[in-house]
């Protein structure tokens, strides 16, 4: 069977988990399609995830109430093993990517690190994935059992199965977490998610200050209801929280319009955003690098040409 | 307590990388210690001088013989010794666990720092699968880290946010940006370098076969449009804007 980690927040099932049955389906990959649910209650979501199944493996257990590597790998491992998966499937957040190296060792499997796009080759599946900074794609490929995860954005959300999947509790033994967690920051915005806007506005230190990234970006961002993205520069000056940031150390999108305003494009940013479907460009420096991979580009100073869109987009 | 401090060899993030036959060809680019391994290597020494208990700060690098000048850039930086598995093949980030375990329980390390994204493989797995393999928790995209005694506090980046966190050791510990600022190598230092040990291992010893093969690689530029509008009239530029998104590109409504 193919197991995939169902990956959800808030009592609901993330758009990232359809995305995951498409690459299960795609794969080529034979055997039932099974989603295991991991998490304190979570009916809501088995009840979703069913829609998109085979088959829904439900751990609705205490111990899963808050996500910790050691558990969910262990978790992951079980299932994995008892249910005789040759394929496991695991979300590429950022916990995605923590926890799925351990289980491919758990399991002494191929592991393939996030990938864009899956299929098979005779008994080998293979996977593209970009390196070295995302300059490069690469195609890699391992037979027998493999962990895979899947890159968020890289595939389209599933449509729902003709027949809802089976669901089933399981029970699980799992291991006490080593890591205690003493405090937590949410960073919450009212915005669309990043990982999950068709088109984002990114400010950088082009655009001159916090206010004038408040007056700007987040107004132009509001009126194309628009996800509000940042450079490095400009979380590490403070101006930003590190939600935002996008680049290598920070998400990475693909949105449908990446509009990037005062933005210079140091490789580390482009890795993050390069493969965003359009990209537009607006910045005073016409030999910044952002204008070379540009579909539209202005050449113009941000306190002029902003407000003007942000007017023209109103109508 | 010894820490183990893991580098790679990478292309300097402004190189041109090329593409030689289905791979990568990283033959004239300008190759640098990994910028994540190195807060990595900085965070090991300072952990010492805010006065942990560290005996040892050990460097360990896997690949050609050119990861030398990483490992020397690491010894330059402070730490006492490294230790090259000196390899041409090409092995994938959870095989190379293999390698970070076993010298991790040689040299007696209580305390793995490696990057959290590597450069080369854009891989976040090397410090999550030496963990698993040495049966140790991990904390990753760690942004502040104390160590008293053998407790570790500090704050890392998750999925939401970032958290506090506080485990004991052993631990495997992957860093990133503000974490800290890496110190250069001065002259006197890199020349003392030149004088610690850097041994050399054969990777045979270490048993690795690579369960991924690679089988292709190319450059993947996306053709870009390159569209320039003029600037000068704001307002005459912001409606062709608008115009191209909602009409060609179709984006906006």
New interface residues.
Partial sequence: MILIVAEH?AGKLAKATLEMVTAARESGREGPITLLVLGQNVAAVATESAAVADQVLVADLPGLAT?N??VW?AATTQIAQEGEAHTVIIGG???G??????V???LD??????ATKLSSNGA?L?AQ????????????????LVVVTVKPGSFAPAAPAAAAGEQYDVELSLPAP??????????KSSRVALTEA??IVTGGRGVGSPENFSRYVEALADN?GAGVGAT?AVV?AGWRP??EQVG??GKTVQP??YIALGVSG???HL?GM??S????A?N?DAEAPI???????????IN??V???I???RK | MNILTLVRQVPDAEARVKINAQQVDLDGATLVIDGMDEYGVEEALRLRESGANVEQIIALAIGPKRNEDALRTALAMGVDRAIHVETDEKFDAVTLSRVVAQVAQAENAGLILVGGQEADWDSQALGAASAERLGWPQLTWTNELKLDGETLTGRHDVDDGNESFRATLPAVVTTQQGLNEPRYPTLPNIMKAKKKELRKDDPATYGLTSKVRTVGAEIQTRARLNRMIDGKDAQAAAQQLLDLLRNEAKVIA
Avoid at chain 1, 129 to 144: F, I, Q, S
């Fill in positions: 927040t996500y590597a050691e790998a957040s950022r916990s990517r923590e926890y799925a190296p351990r491919a060792v758990k499997a191929a592991y393939l690190e996030d080998a293979q994935r970009y390196t070295y900074l995302a300059r490069v794609t690469e195609t890699v490929e391992a037979d027998g080593r890591v205690e967690v003493t405090g937590k920051s949410v960073e068709d088109v194309l490095r590490d590190y939600a290598q150390t449908k319009a140091a490789v580390q890795s390069g493969k479907k359009n990209i537009i607006i005073k204008f070379k991979v540009a579909d539209y580009g202005i050449v113009g100073d002029e040409i407000p003007a869109l007017e023209a987009s």
